[in-house]
């Protein structure tokens, strides 16, 4: 699954605003509340639902904000070589291996849904 993070933050921007809350329970039916009183709704979803659609809601913006930021310091760390010290020779090593670029790699991937 791809996952698109301008569709993302574009579909979080034209939903009612958080925080959302979990409202009224029908204690008849499988289903709750979720509301958001500054815009007025109400919506009726599976009570094993709930917590999850209003915690995604609430958490998703600074979600994206976290992805984005991490991805930019990956980017700019991702080609820079930091060398070891060997205390035996007492000599600076250099090594192909970068960790920032290796977890951009990986972001990458979990992100274009490989």
């Given amino acids: 699954m791809k996952i698109d993070l301008n569709?993302?933050?574009?579909?979080?921007?034209?939903a009612s605003p958080g925080p959302w809350h979990i409202g009224h329970v029908?204690?008849?039916?499988?289903?709750?509340?979720i509301d958001n009183l500054e815009e007025c709704l109400f919506v009726s979803v599976l009570r094993?639902?709930?917590?999850?659609?209003c915690e995604a809601r609430?958490?998703?913006?600074?979600?994206?904000?976290?992805?984005?930021?991490?991805?930019?310091c990956l980017k700019e760390y991702a080609f820079i070589t930091v060398p070891t010290y060997d205390p035996l020779t007492g000599k600076l090593l250099f090594s192909d291996k970068n960790l920032a670029r290796e977890a951009l790699l990986d972001c990458e991937k979990i992100v274009s849904g490989e």
Avoid: C, G, Y
């Fill in 7 to 14: 569709k993302l933050k574009e579909l979080a921007a034209k």
């Fill in 26 to 33: 029908n204690e008849h039916e499988d289903s709750a509340d």
């Fill in 48 to 53: 094993r639902d709930q917590a999850f659609i």
């Fill in 58 to 72: 609430n958490a998703l913006p600074k979600l994206i904000e976290v992805i984005e930021r991490q991805q930019t």
